[in-house]
């Protein structure tokens, strides 16, 4: 007889499967920086001073995704203990803001005169200028209001000057938002930046470092005009910069004309070798975050967690430089030395190393580095000895 029923075997009841589960909804980059800066924390602006001093150290990942985040590094130096010791006097903010109004006065009149006077291969300089309204919501308003006033000032073949304009340049695939002095359109469909520098020019020159930071700062503008440039007809960005300055000890402007063609070059080459943020943020530990509101040891943990190159030429452009070459010096890393040391030291990464390569306790004796290093100590202690046996001065 069959075990089973009249009928056939018995229905097949069809398993009962759990639902599959909802993808987790992707977390985007805006977010991410967020959750990292503190969600109830604004972002700092990113300007073309950070971002010069950013591309002079491609290798710091640590500062790419602080400044990608719009995390406040002040702050966060002060929290840590380690407060940046340099900016901007209050007198010199005034006095800078006083000199570029009075530069600008009048519809920016005595800025043009320079202007041609410096770059117009003897014209005439233009009564008058068309000063478009760049006033929009929010940085990325402002940035396409920037954006359509140039091309319009170009198709309009005139003269132009665009105060404060707000151009947008991709660092490390984060945006950044530069706002330059001021930007000049010629007739010809040429873009001139201008910078206003409150530091003087006596005799028709300034002071060289000054003068080569606000080269690169304008280089920085250069790239971010050129992205608009490119989808503008008849649009070309000028690689001459015009720097106005005080004359002499007055409160008189000149200006002179800087090629920033070396320093743009530099820029573009180390802004593209910037490891992207998203990249940076992908590897730091769970929960990791900047927020002020968490203790300096958290805060610790988190910056460390991010890794830096520290060089001493830190010290005079990034906020966190005194804390990073405080934990440099600890761990003895030959990097707060100088970059040019730490190129001549090849394999050896700390300054116990070396010391102990000289001394032939540690080390290859057929490595060059190692062998330069005995050679110098062996030199030295002749020297000493020399010197210990030798007749005293008198």
């Known amino acids: ?31 991410r920086l967020a959750e990292l800066r503190g969600p109830a924390v604004a972002p700092h602006p990113l300007d073309a001073r950070a971002l010069a001093a950013l591309a002079a150290n491609p290798g710091c990942k640590r500062r790419a995704l602080l400044d990608g985040a719009g995390v406040d590094k002040a702050g966060l130096a002060t929290a840590l203990g380690s407060p940046a010791a340099f900016g901007q006097s209050q007198f010199a903010f005034v006095r800078g803001n006083a000199f570029e109004a009075k530069v600008k006065a009048d519809g ?57 304009p707000m151009l947008a340049l991709e660092v490390a695939g984060s945006p ?56 503008t007809e008849g649009a070309e960005v000028g690689h001459q910069v015009l720097l106005v300055c005080p004359k002499d000890f007055s409160n008189l402007p000149t200006a002179s004309v800087v090629d920033v063609r070396k320093q743009r070059a530099v820029t573009s080459r180390q802004l593209t070798r910037l490891t992207r943020v998203e990249d940076i943020a992908a590897a730091l530990p769970e ?81 060059p580095t190692v062998a330069a290093l005995r050679r110098a100590a062996a030199l030295r202690a002749e020297a000493l000895a020399g010197a210990d046996g030798g007749v005293p001065c008198r």
Do not use: N
């Open 1 to 31: 007889m069959s075990e089973y029923p009249a009928g056939g075997p018995p229905p097949q009841i069809p398993a009962t499967r759990a639902p599959a589960p909802r993808p987790k909804p992707a977390t985007t980059l805006r977010q």
């Open 287 to 367: 929960g990791t975050t900047f927020d002020p509101g968490c203790s300096p040891d958290e805060l610790g943990t988190a910056v460390e967690a991010v890794p830096a190159a520290y060089a001493p030429e830190c010290l005079a452009a990034c906020e966190l430089a005194f804390h990073c070459r405080a934990k440099a010096r600890a761990e003895g890393a030959v990097e707060s030395l100088g970059r040019s040391v730490r190129g001549e030291l090849g394999g050896l990464t700390t300054v116990a190393g070396v010391l102990a390569a000289a001394a032939g306790k540690e080390g290859d004796p057929a490595d």
């Open 108 to 164: 920016g009149t005595e800025l043009l005169r320079l202007l041609v006077e410096r770059l117009g291969g003897g014209a005439e300089a233009p009564a008058s200028a068309v000063v478009p309204d760049l006033t929009a919501a929010g940085p990325e308003g402002r940035a396409a209001r920037t954006a359509l006033a140039l091309r319009e000032a170009t198709a309009a073949g005139g003269w132009a000057l665009l105060d404060h």
């Open 176 to 231: 950044a938002y530069l706002e330059p002095d001021a930007v000049v359109v010629h007739p010809d469909g040429t873009w001139t930046v201008v910078e206003i520098k409150s530091f003087p020019m006596i005799d028709s020159s300034a002071d060289a470092a000054k003068v080569g930071a606000a080269a690169r700062q304008s280089a920085v503008y250069v790239l971010a005009l050129e992205r608009v440039a490119a989808k």
